[in-house]
């Protein structure tokens, strides 16, 4: 794996140092001088006087084994963007739970996950709760799944052929045929279920944010609960519901 760092006409070095963290970040997290050289293409003594100055800032680590890992205050970066990118969707997460009922989650791709940003709890004592900041795969969530299903399918397939289709619960699609059929569905009909397929017992109905705002900010929000609340006729009344508030939100952020 090479990644292609730019060479801006602004400052080099920094555009590199951005292309280590997110070689290292790609390679899972965690990598050794050698592989950062290989993945990123710059020499040898380049990575090591990135990574070195990266070290002493914080925003890498390396372990006893000398190996060098994401830092501590890449956490504190990444929660603060993630929170401010959520705060403009909660009126419409809001709307949405007094509509439904059901937690709604607002999530954004980031390399070959999905991370939620933003979330508006479920009224019921029994609800669905999912931390901001966490990070699903997305083959077997529903914003995941929505979120693929609105990209190219050219770039779908190829985040699929990276991550596969690992089973999480009995009902997550492993199937490649079946998992491009669903996609091609989704697209066409605007939103997409998660049956269970990360969670047992879990339901829910998502659909990526759409219009003109929402460009290149890979969006979905998704509305979930219990399987026992989340029936079939549930599922056809709050479906428009869910692509109606992807709408919203994708028109949203061309003023945001």
């Excluded at 292609?4 to 951005?18: H, Y």
């Amino acid at each position: 794996m090479t990644t292609d760092i730019p060479r801006p006409t602004g400052v080099q070095s920094l555009a590199r140092a951005f292309g280590v963290l997110e070689s290292l970040a790609e390679l899972g997290g965690e990598a050794g001088l050698s592989e950062l050289a290989a993945a990123t293409g710059l020499a040898p003594g380049t990575i090591h006087r990135l990574v070195r100055t990266l070290v002493d800032l914080g925003y890498l680590r390396q372990l006893p084994s000398r190996r060098y890992t994401l830092g501590p205050k890449l956490v504190g970066l990444g929660e603060t963007a993630a929170h401010q990118f959520g705060r403009w969707a909660q009126p419409v997460l809001a709307e949405l739970v007094a509509q439904i009922g059901e937690t709604a989650n607002l999530a954004l791709l980031d390399g070959d996950q999905a991370v939620y940003v933003a979330q508006v709890p479920s009224p019921h004592s029994m609800r669905m709760f999912t931390e901001i900041g966490r990070r699903v795969p997305v083959h077997c969530t529903g914003v995941g799944k929505a979120l693929l299903s609105a990209l190219p399918a050219a770039e779908s397939a190829a985040i699929v052929a990276r991550t596969g289709l690992p089973a999480v619960t009995p009902t997550t699609i492993t199937d490649p045929a079946a998992f491009a059929a669903e996609l091609a569905e989704a697209h066409v009909r605007g939103y997409v279920l998660d049956e269970g397929e990360q969670e047992t017992g879990v339901r829910c109905v998502a659909a990526p944010v759409v219009g003109p705002g929402a460009g290149d900010n890979r969006a979905a929000v998704s509305v979930s609960g219990p399987t026992s609340r989340m029936d079939d006729a549930t599922i056809t009344r709050i479906a428009p519901l869910v692509v109606a508030a992807g709408r919203r939100l994708g028109a949203l952020l061309a003023t945001a």
